[in-house]
Nanobody
């Protein structure tokens, strides 16, 4: 059974930084991604990394501020978030086996989510 466990969420002031981690109990997959969701809104794909090539993709809203990376030896995915804004407030989910459909990102395996709150 795939288990993805996020950590590192919390509260921070605007302009600050946080690093999210996601530990996988079943190793590394061909792609890993981060999503976020605000209550009542659709889940948004934030960043994707393809393990083999290291290719990354970012949502326009976080480009230049967020960095996705992974440590395959530790089976851990990271999301370094800098210059945080109040609009970055959301529940962040890590996921594996990511794919694109109808212009949106989706994934096969999901973590339980971690809350990030950015205050102004």
């Amino acid at each position: 059974q795939v288990q993805l466990v996020e950590s590192g969420g919390g509260s921070v002031q605007a302009g600050g930084s946080l690093r999210l981690s996601c530990a996988s109990s079943t190793g590394t997959y061909s792609s890993h991604c981060w999503f976020r969701q605000v209550s009542g809104k659709e889940r948004e794909g934030v960043a994707v990394i393809f393990t083999g090539s290291g290719t990354t993709y970012y949502a326009d809203s976080v480009k230049g501020r967020f960095t996705i990376s992974q440590d395959n030896a530790k089976n851990t995915l990271y999301l370094q978030m800098s210059s945080l804004k109040p609009e970055d407030t959301a529940t962040y989910y890590c996921a594996a086996q990511c794919f694109k459909y109808s212009g949106k990102w989706g994934a096969t395996y999901w973590g339980q989510g971690t809350q990030v709150t950015v205050s102004s």
